[in-house]
């Protein structure tokens, strides 16, 4: 089975991009980012049309004008997207966040380190699990079950 290597972010700070995108790079995954919050359902809503909607998705919990756990109750609310994996990205570990998260289909958690040999480990960590060992989805489910 080949797997689709290809990231949706949702991050505004310039410098996590940056650091992510050499990653991706390295690794040959497709990624695209977003910046701000309310972009994400639409940009999902035109690639399901093309059959191109993204392997996983990660969300920056900071992210504006809505944080990040907004985005991913959106993202849950629509049949033809609950599929996808969505990761959050944190800057803190405040375990009622956490809890909530998972509560509304985070499929995983995760901080984002403070240095750079962490942020390095947590990258490559990240990329072997989830196109690695992980699991994906093939093709998006059918489209008749997205609203609008």
Do not use: C
């Not at 695209?32 to 920056?60: N, Y």
């Amino acid at each position: 089975m080949k797997k689709n290597k290809y990231i949706l972010m949702l991050e505004s700070d310039e410098h996590d991009r940056e650091t992510s995108s050499k990653y991706f790079e390295t690794s040959n995954i497709s990624y695209e980012f977003l910046k701000f919050s309310h972009e994400v359902i639409p940009f999902l809503k035109q690639r399901r049309q093309f059959g191109l909607l993204p392997s996983i998705i990660l969300l920056s919990m900071n992210s504006m004008p809505e944080m990040g756990i907004s985005v991913l109750k959106e993202i849950k609310s629509v049949t033809s997207l609950k599929h996808i994996p969505v990761i959050l990205l944190g800057e803190n570990t405040q375990s009622n966040l956490i809890k909530e998260s998972y509560a509304n289909g985070a499929s995983t958690f995760i901080n984002k380190p403070f240095t750079n040999t962490l942020t390095d480990l947590s990258i490559k960590s990240f990329i072997q699990y989830w196109f690695e060992v992980a699991q994906l989805p093939d093709e998006s489910p059918t489209l008749s079950g997205m609203p609008g």
